[in-house]
Each structure stands twice: as structure tokens, then as C-alpha cells.
């Protein structure tokens, strides 16, 4: 832990669900960890998870699809923590619908906070990055990436992450920053629970009918991306770059 514990993490839409999920995980492999979401307040469970466990965090307000308030806060971060040299691009949201019933606010919304960004949060902490020769950066894409009935925008963006990670992998691996993406399955979090509602039936008998289909023959949880996110985000994965790991229970076809 000598090294690790010097690192600072930023991870986006970590107030719950997965990100609060590897928000926790990362401070445990030694991060301090920037737990950053749109509401601040919001943070506020996630944080208190890492130091009542030992760790180091702080809660960060910001619009990740606003240029100027991702500069804001990437500084912020290196003001109170440290310059960040692992960012997880994880925060979402969903606007589910049929294409013929897909209004263009459904689809920008979706294209700005999950690709938009990706491309402002990591372009604020690749300098840091490349200062330090070490970087990491994951982006989570999606099992929908591969299309996914009733998420035009959130298929599209998913796939769209999975070319913008093969691209950071080229442009940046000369100075120590490797890229990587992980595209999870069916994990229980808010926003399956909003997919159920979707489609009109409870959450625990989607859960069960999901299950079926997935040859572990269970749903994810957070903490099965988290692992898969602090893999990539070790001081040992440094030879790993421009993949996409997909954290599904089993193949996906």
C-alpha cells in the first residue's frame, strides 16, 4: 500500500449505486477519493462509509456535463486532496423510451451526462496525469452497449464510451495513463429499479426473471463492478489499456 495510499481517485456519480460502491472500494485499496456527484449533499453517506472505515474523502458538487464546473472541481480535488490520477467516469442517468416517443431533450440529456461527461472529466485530469507519468482512467459503458430495446441514447452513449476509452488508451499510454472501460451486466441499483418500473413489473420479480437469462444464474451488485474497476485502477495493471471488460455473469450471446 506505499504507493496506492498516495494516490487520489475521483469518481463521478458516487453518491450510490456503483459509484459509491467503488468510491468505498478504492479508499479501502488506499485511495483518497473524491466522491463527486451532483448534489454534494448527496455525498454525504458515501464519505461518511470511507472515513468511518479509516479512509480519506471529500464530497464534490458538480454538473458533469458543465465545462466550468468540472474545472472547478478537478481543482478543488487537487486543492484539498491531491492531484487526481485515477478517475472513474461513472456517472449517468437514464431517459428510456421508444424511439418514435424519444423527445431530443431524452436523448442530449443522456448524451451529455454520460459521454459529454466523460470527455470534460477526463480531459480536466489528464493533465495531472501526465505530470505524474501514472494515470488511470475507467469509464463504465454497459452490456446495452450492444443495443437494448427502449435505450436509443443510453445504448448509443454506452457503445460511444467504448471508442473514447480505445482512443485514451493511444493517445495517452506514452505518459503511464492507461484506459480502460467496464461494461456491467444487470446489477441492482436505482436505475434497474427504474427499468422494472418501465416496463411495469416489480423490481424483486425482475430481478428473478433477469436472473434466469444470465448463466451464473444471479444479478451483479455494485460491489461485483467495483472489483472489476479497482483491477483496473491497481499500480499493477499498468500493461492493460483500450480494453472493455464486460461484468455480466457469463457471456452475452
Known amino acids: 500500500m506505499s504507493t496506492t495510499e498516495q494516490r487520489v481517485a475521483v469518481v463521478t456519480g458516487a453518491?450510490?449505486?456503483?459509484?459509491?460502491?467503488?468510491?468505498?472500494?478504492?479508499?479501502?485499496?488506499?485511495?483518497?477519493?473524491a466522491v463527486l456527484d451532483l448534489d454534494e449533499a448527496a455525498c454525504a453517506e458515501t464519505v461518511g462509509a470511507i472515513t468511518a472505515a479509516g479512509?480519506?474523502?471529500?464530497?464534490?458538487?458538480?454538473?458533469?456535463?458543465?465545462?466550468?464546473?468540472?474545472?472547478s472541481a478537478v481543482e478543488r480535488v487537487a486543492a484539498e486532496l491531491g492531484a487526481p490520477t485515477v478517475l472513474v467516469n461513472n456517472a449517468g442517468v437514464l431517459r428510456d423510451n421508444l424511439l418514435f416517443k424519444m423527445s431530443e431533450s431524452d436523448w442530449d440529456t443522456v448524451m451529455n451526462v454520460h459521454l459529454k461527461g466523460a470527455f470534460l472529466m477526463s480531459r480536466a485530469c489528464q493533465r495531472?496525469?501526465?505530470?505524474?507519468?501514472?494515470?488511470?482512467?475507467?469509464?463504465?459503458?454497459?452490456?446495452?452497449?450492444?443495443?437494448n430495446r427502449g435505450?436509443?441514447?443510453?445504448?448509443?452513449?454506452?457503445?460511444?464510451?467504448?471508442?473514447?476509452?480505445?482512443?485514451?488508451a493511444k493517445e495517452l499510454g506514452k505518459f503511464g495513463v492507461t484506459a480502460n472501460a467496464v461494461a456491467p451486466g444487470f446489477v441492482v441499483t436505482d436505475m434497474t429499479a427504474q427499468t422494472a418500473a418501465r416496463v411495469g413489473m416489480g423490481f424483486e420479480e425482475f430481478q428473478a426473471a433477469a436472473a434466469t437469462q444470465i448463466p451464473v444464474?444471479?444479478?451483479?451488485?455494485?460491489?461485483?463492478?467495483?472489483?472489476?474497476?479497482?483491477?483496473?485502477?491497481?499500480?499493477?495493471?499498468?500493461?492493460v489499456s483500450g480494453q472493455v471488460l464486460y461484468v455480466a455473469g457469463g457471456p452475452l450471446n
Open 55 to 71: 479512509g480519506k474523502a471529500l464530497a464534490v458538487g458538480c454538473d458533469v456535463s458543465d465545462a466550468a464546473q468540472v474545472e
Open 128 to 147: 495531472h496525469m501526465v505530470d505524474a507519468s501514472f494515470g488511470r482512467i475507467v469509464n463504465l459503458s454497459s452490456s446495452s452497449a450492444l443495443g
Open 15 to 33: 453518491a450510490r449505486g456503483i459509484g459509491a460502491a467503488s468510491a468505498v472500494r478504492l479508499a479501502a485499496e488506499g485511495r483518497a477519493v
Open 151 to 168: 435505450q436509443a441514447n443510453y445504448a448509443a452513449v454506452k457503445a460511444g464510451l467504448q471508442g473514447f476509452t480505445k482512443t485514451l
Open 217 to 239: 444464474q444471479r444479478v451483479g451488485v455494485p460491489d461485483d463492478i467495483a472489483n472489476a474497476i479497482a483491477f483496473f485502477t491497481g499500480e499493477n495493471a499498468g500493461f
